[in-house]
């Protein structure tokens, strides 16, 4: 008995290895990894480069069409474009009296938006904002550096570490499921937003991040949403990041305190 | 008092200085900087390129000055009985952070509490963190640099409250700048170093700082293109890291700690040498050359450590700037009340 259990637990792994597929439907959304990726002399993928999403996720990361700007001064240049959302299902399953928060949200962007008083972006947000990022992947951890608002995080790789406080960027534990870098983000200080829309998490938000090379220059790239407090079920983002190719590409300074001072104090200047 | 919380930070630094000179006594002390290791072999990444990964503190030089007090001269090291000295005036330091409660008839002030800064653990050999020229000291500036505005909480002991402008980048959560955000202050001191194969990156604790550092001999970027931290460029000499770091813009930080003094110009250049002496002390020195405000190149150095337990927080300065809605609000209601009192009069 215990020997066809055995072997029938063998074939289905087998069978699972040889269809590519995983059990669970943890695998990342798009082609399943190839051999033909940058990897680590230990033969983990290399995620070492300059990368950035593509999209209008940064807006909404629902599904939203275009609309007007708040002001018309800035006529198209500060239109919001058209875009599909990178949602899984299309929706985000707030509770009632959260999805009321986020309309809330979204009415008064311009006063709430942590972005908009570059405040640090947390998790997910810094990885489809319209900015490049930096990982530099060490044979321990790996080192996310973010141009917008110079954020950054380190991915420990060692042992679990508990968060010691709830931060803005949150504490990233990393490991490996195959060629997948899945990541757990937790102890969020719930401050940050997911977009320019109003969706929003709470200090109870936990994340569980995915980063799969499809090839050399692409990630497939999902994060799982879990906060009981504010959805009624965990809910998934998928998206791709691209390799920045360009000729000199390289990380520059997005100190953008600076720009946000007149807003955040300007009526508190000596008249 | 109109800036209590700026004054309480520059009286806690003051008092660390002032401790750093005076203070007492112990035998066989073990210093910062010291030589490096009989035989030590610097370990290599998987890739082959030296190991100075880990996270590093420049904890052990805090109250060491920036230049030499000009009655030392050219003495650049503490004496033995010195530094016997200073280990004990750190022993008793730690003893008084350890206490969970002020006495009862202690004098409390507005600052925090002992504990809150970070100590070195071990004397710092240096009598000055300038080692070049031999005089510990900055070179001259030049005329037209030593006219140069320095904003509030950054040197200039004038403070004033008129807008966000009035303050320090520093103070405004913006950057301390390259130098600034290593030398040694009250806390914050981290610098987590993580490599990968063509890169390092050095993330910094305070005002999170995370420098990118390519080492595959690209060019620099087009000088068009600016920034608080620079534009750096990294190459292994041996087992030495060296970084140079061009592209400044004009006119922000100074070199001084936490970025203040004098503001260095668009012409700045700095070149950073990071050598694993031993497994727990990285030595630290980078070279200043910017010839539109010192008359001659210098050096600054020390050494950092690795310590049990010591890791980066995030500091998140800008999104928990109390101090200058303070400061602004604190003028504003200053000047309200004046103009009330006039009315009066």
Redo the contacts between chains.
Sequence with gaps: MLNRWKASIFLTAILFILIGAVPGGAQARGAPATSNIPR???GKP?F?GLWQALGTADWDIRDHSAAPGPFYQLGATGAMPAGQGIVDGGEIPYTQAAADKQKENYRDRLKLD?EVK???PGIPRANYMPFPF??????????F?YEYA???R?VNMGKFKEG??D???GTSNGKWEGDTLVVDVSSLNG?SWFDRAGNFQTENTHIVERFTLADADHINYEATIDDKTIYTRPWKISTVLYRRKEK?A????F?C??FS?ELI?GD???K | MKYPILIAIALLSATISLEAQQKAPAAGVKTAAAPPAKGYVTPKTPWGDPDIQGTWTSDDCIGTPLNRPANLGNKAFYTEQELAQREGQLARQAAADSQEFAPTDARVGTGPPSHWAERARRPCKQTSLVVDPPNGRTPDMLPEARSRHVPEGAGNNNPKADSWEDFSYYIRCISRGVTGSILPVIYGNGQQIVQGKGYVMILQEMVHEARVIPLDNRPHESSNIRSYMGDARGHWDGNTLVVETTNFLNGKNGIGLNGGGTPTTDALKLTERYTRTDPNTLQYEVTVDDPKTYVQPFKVAFPLTQEPGYENFEYACHEGNYAMFDSLSGARAQERAAAEAAKKK
């Design positions: 680590m002399l230990d290399n070492t942590p570059c405040y640090m930096q990982i530099v992947q060490s044979q321990r951890d790996i080192a550096a110079t954020s950054n380190v010691a406080v931060t803005w960027m401050n000199g390289q990380l520059n300074e100190k305190v600076e001072e104090y508190l200047k000596k």
